[in-house]
């Protein structure tokens, strides 16, 4: 996939100040649990509309992620942390075998080091360098909010950083206009969040997925 524009048309903070900020988070954040990896380790924050996917969804989606992206592939998770911390745990199979980052606007995530990413998505293209553009085998995104703006926004993020294969999870009511941005299908797979929550949820693949609830 191409974001339809050359590196030069990219907004994005100045090194400068990408490395203070990257340092302020890192001298800011709790230390991290000592199963800093667990899914949960780091409590919901519903003001950040955050909703960690059950264990077993996690894992699932950490499974396909690893498949997807092959032997030394890169994996984005945006704004998809349980995802993230479940490939980190070392218990999906091969998850060895490749890298992730986890892009987040939550500062407690800054205790994963330089695989953590901020990511405020209202600048969706204001990135680390660790988010290369097209530089991540798979993408996965969960956008923070059940809105058009969000998800536009979001999707030029996942645009800019995907190789080609996306990996989206939000509201079955915006299967329209994920379609129209990210020409993604909706799956078999349901995902379960640890609460429930009201809307109908899934996940959306541009690829032949072998994601089957």
Known sequence: ?????SDDDVPA???????????????????????????GAVEEDWRMSQ???????????AEEL?????????????????????????SVLGSDRVSAVVLEFDRRFAAYGDDFVFYDYKEPLALAAAAAPHGFDVVLADPPYLSEECLSKV???????????????????MEKLAKELLDVRMSDFLPEHNRNLSNDFRCFVNYPSRLRS
């Open 155 to 173: 999707s030029e993020t996942v645009k800019y950083l995907s190789k080609g294969k996306v990996l989206l999870c939000t509201g079955a009511v």
């Open 1 to 5: 996939m191409s974001d339809g524009g």
């Open 51 to 61: 909703f960690w996917y059950s264990d077993e969804t996690a894992t699932r989606l």
């Open 13 to 39: 903070l100045s090194a400068q100040t990408l490395a203070a900020l990257q340092e302020f988070y890192q001298q800011t954040s709790s230390p991290p649990p000592e199963d800093q990896f667990a899914v």
């Open 66 to 90: 690893v498949r997807e992206a092959g032997e030394g592939g890169r994996i984005a998770c945006v704004s998809a942390p349980s995802v993230y911390q479940k490939l980190k745990q070392g």
